[in-house]
């Protein structure tokens, strides 16, 4: 089972930026290079929404809520996902996922805090 671990979290002004890298392992039958990528937050109180998605090919796909400050990119060398975060707004301020779907199971990772605030 393909397993997840996040980094890159913590405490940033609005304004600022942060990166997150989610590290991706346990391949079994496939590869890091076959995988469609996303990223998912959840807030307190508030439902796990989509962030950012990335194909095996590199296309990508944002939530209107991000777009244009967030960049969702792969690194197929060390089998990694990353999303730089920009003009960071309190509104950002989630635990963030990463994950992927394989024959329609989701596999998810422990998240990491970001926490936007002044």
Known sequence: QVQFVES????VQPGG???LSCA???FTGFTFS???LRWFRQA???EREFVAFISNFGDTQYAESV????TISRDSANDMVSLQMNRLKPEDTAIYFCSTRISGIDSWG???QVTVSS
């Not at 890159?8 to 405490?11: C, H, N």
């Not at 777009?67 to 967030?70: P, T, Y």
């Open 24 to 26: 991706v392992s346990g």
């Open 17 to 19: 930026s942060l990166t």
């Open 34 to 36: 076959s995988l469609d």
């Open 67 to 70: 777009k244009g400050r967030f």
């Open 8 to 11: 890159g979290g913590g405490l």
């Open 110 to 112: 422990q998240g990491t």
């Open 44 to 46: 307190p109180g508030k």
